[in-house]
């Protein structure tokens, strides 16, 4: 192989690399966009979360001064979520084993 060869594949080992390196820098920039999106998002939920803790308070305090018993309605609706969530599973188990239809 002649000189002119190993210039054809120098290149072209060359032009890889520069594409290679050309995803590399789209990859870190998708990287950093992820980042900021994340900080971004996260500041939102704090915020949200802070917001939602000041809503159940109020809610608290005017049920509270309506003679609601906040803590015995909370219980009440745990309980229906937890059956809800036995009945969704035992429906899914139902459909699932095809025992259901």
């Known amino acids: 192989m002649g000189l002119g060869g190993t210039a054809k594949k120098i290149q072209k080992v060359a032009d890889r690399a520069e594409q290679l390196y050309s995803k590399l820098n789209d990859v870190y920039d998708q990287v950093q966009q992820l980042r900021e999106s994340l900080e971004e998002t996260s500041e939102r939920v704090e915020q949200l979360e802070v917001e939602n803790a000041k809503q159940q308070a109020l809610v608290e305090a005017l049920a509270r001064e ?15 979520t937890a059956e809800a969530a036995d009945a969704g599973a035992e429906s899914e188990a139902t459909t699932a084993d095809g025992s259901g239809e």
């Not at 309506?66 to 229906?80: K, P």
């Open 66 to 80: 309506q003679g609601v018993d906040v803590d015995e309605v909370l219980a009440d609706l745990d309980a229906e």
